[in-house]
């Protein structure tokens, strides 16, 4: 059982950054690879950044390689996604996600994960 807290959305201008956090409720956050997932009206949800329960390894999609940067802290059982230079592309509701213990690999696809928070929008202006 893992609950999952999101914050940190909100409206920016295009060049400008946010910084999402997701708590985790787990004891055991720190056996979870975690990901950030996004959803825009009309869109599938699609991957943003994941990383790795050990911390040895991240995975970025192309659209935000270079711009995001997602991070964890386990002692406050705390996810980041660092976003700069943002789009209105990326306008969407972001989703932070809790794969598995000790997940062997960054999973890229929103079946792999079972654990969701409720999601905070991000609308970036043009």
């Known amino acids: 059982q893992v609950q999952l807290v999101e914050s940190g959305g909100g409206l920016v201008q295009a060049g400008g950054s946010l910084r999402l956090s997701c708590t985790a409720s787990?004891?055991?956050?720190?056996?979870?690879?975690m990901a950030w997932f996004r959803q825009a009206p009309g869109k599938e949800r699609e991957f943003v950044a994941g990383i790795l329960w050990s911390g040895s390894s991240t995975s970025y999609s192309d659209s935000v390689k270079g711009r995001f940067t997602i991070s964890r802290d386990n002692a406050r059982n705390t996810l980041y996604l660092q976003m700069n230079s943002l789009k209105p592309e990326d306008t969407a509701v972001y989703y932070c996600?809790?794969?598995?213990?000790?997940?062997?690999?960054?999973?890229?696809?929103?079946?792999?994960?079972?654990?969701w928070g409720q999601g905070t929008q991000v609308t970036v202006s043009s």
């Open positions: 787990a004891r055991t956050f720190n056996t979870y690879t």
């Open positions: 996600a809790a794969d598995r213990p000790y997940s062997r690999v960054v999973y890229t696809t929103s079946g792999n994960y079972n654990y």
